[in-house]
């Protein structure tokens, strides 16, 4: 019997015969159709055999926020070494200029023996034409380029530094016939009923493949002992930063960073001992005057850690396993692996003998009972934890190491102020990063794209 085919399949097969090889979009202004109707044309040609989809990836480069203030006024090290043009100059001049890139333009001059120290004045030794870095910075500038269009030496350099550049991974489609497609003639094709075709298929309906993950990691951790809390998803200031003894001029309380709510300032935060104590660390380690003002400004929260600490403050435990799970907000460039909106699961130990060996091995558990199992720990830095390492676990996939959760002990200046007295263990990380991993995805934008062909085709289990 002759194949039947719908008027959306005939446009797009008689438009590929006369343009052999096209993208989605150009066969929407080629065939007239809706995007949604190229979409479900191209893919029952695609069952049927008569149509060849090939999909390939390209990478779009931009400058972060660090990377456009270096673009605009220079590299640290950059700015450090046209100071000393002129002469030696004081550390403590260098200092005030520079503000709080002078540390990062140091260890750079440093390391690469630009520079020398005598008592308390640096050196000029020598001035680089073009330092490493900067033909990238200046190619990019405030725009967009392709990342094959760049030397992968000098923007390896920037890749390094935290927030310099922004990488979009692109997916382009490209659409042609098979050859058994070019050799029919559907002019003469008519819309007979096929009595032999099969029915529409019914789809159950499920839950959605990011709710069950979600599900899942709480589930793991209830059956590892740990007891859920929750909190509301807006903040006061003072416990999503100042509780945790993040200072009150940190990058990370920036608008460019945390969304605000307008106007809005919390009446109450904390008891006067708990203000008063909190201030007096801020005072102490970070020296500078502490302002209530800045700890009542209200945030959509960025993490979960403020309703943990909070909870701690509160009970003051001397043992506890708890965890908390939801929606938390950050103010990013939305990207492949970035979103302004996302799940985190923090949780927290507390007892007199734990330790971060403990830390490891909740960690190393949880992966396991998850599926993951190729994992290693790394040293790094966060400003309410001491010591304090980041998980990394290896993407087949992407044939590398991918950061997901940072862990550590909380710092004396985050408990004492609290008056908790134990060791207290702490994790986060955000589910997402997980989801992708077990669904297989590169781009966590597809768990809110709402395609339904790979919402249907994913397996319960996986």
Not at 296 to 325: G, Y
Not at 376 to 400: D, I, R
Request: include cysteine; aromatic fraction near 8%; proline fraction near 4%.
């Amino acid at each position: 019997m002759s194949q039947v085919f719908h008027d959306i399949e005939k446009k797009i097969i008689n438009s590929l015969k006369e343009n052999s090889i096209q993208s989605p979009e150009t066969l929407e202004k080629s065939t007239q159709l809706s995007p949604d109707q190229v979409r479900r044309g191209i893919e029952w040609l695609k069952l049927k055999d008569l149509a060849i989809v090939d999909e390939s990836k390209s990478s779009v480069i931009s400058l972060g926020k660090n990377g456009l203030d270096s673009f605009e006024k220079g590299l640290p090290e950059r700015r450090l070494l046209n100071l000393l043009k002129n002469g030696p100059r004081k550390l403590s001049d260098l200092q005030k200029e520079l503000g709080f890139v002078f540390g990062p333009a140091m260890g750079l001059c440093r390391k690469n023996n630009w520079i020398e120290t005598s008592s308390d004045e640096i050196i000029l030794k020598t001035n680089s034409s073009i330092l490493p870095g900067e033909e990238t910075l200046q190619q990019i500038g405030s725009g967009k380029l392709s990342k094959d269009k760049l030397d992968t030496t000098d923007l390896n350099e920037l890749l390094k530094r935290p927030d310099f550049i922004i990488e979009d991974v692109i997916k382009n489609k490209k659409i042609s016939l098979t050859s058994s497609a070019k050799s029919l003639d559907i002019s003469n094709t008519s819309g007979a009923i096929d009595v032999e075709a099969e029915v529409p298929e019914i789809f159950v309906a499920r839950t959605h493949p990011l709710k069950d993950t979600i599900d899942e990691i709480r589930e793991i951790f209830v059956t590892l002992g740990f007891s859920e809390i929750l909190g509301n998803m807006t903040q006061s200031s003072f416990w999503n930063f100042d509780a945790l003894f993040t200072p009150q001029d940190h990058p990370a309380r920036e608008l460019q960073d945390t969304f605000f709510l307008d106007g809005i300032s919390a009446k109450k935060i904390a008891t006067p001992e708990q203000i008063r104590k909190v201030s007096e660390s801020h005072k102490k380690n970070w020296r500078y005057q502490w302002d209530i003002n800045e700890a009542r400004k209200m945030v959509l929260r960025t993490h979960t850690t403020c309703v943990t600490i909070k909870h701690l403050a509160e009970n003051k435990p001397d043992e506890a396993r708890i965890f908390s799970l939801g929606r938390v907000f950050r103010n990013e460039k939305v990207s492949y692996k970035h979103l302004v909106e996302f799940n985190q699961i923090e949780g927290i130990v507390v007892g007199k003998d734990a330790n971060l060996r403990n830390l490891m091995g909740i960690q190393r558990e949880f992966y396991k009972r998850i599926g993951i199992t190729k994992i290693k720990f790394w040293p790094t830095f966060f400003p309410y934890t001491e010591p304090s390492l980041q998980t990394m676990v290896y993407n087949e996939k992407l044939g590398k190491w991918i950061e997901l959760f940072g862990m550590g002990i909380f710092r004396p200046e985050v408990t004492k102020p609290l008056g908790i007295t134990k060791p207290v263990l702490a994790w986060g990380g955000g589910i997402e990063r997980i989801a992708m991993l077990k669904y297989d995805l590169d781009d966590v934008r597809e768990f809110y794209n709402n395609n339904l062909g790979w919402l249907r085709s994913n397996t319960k289990c996986q």
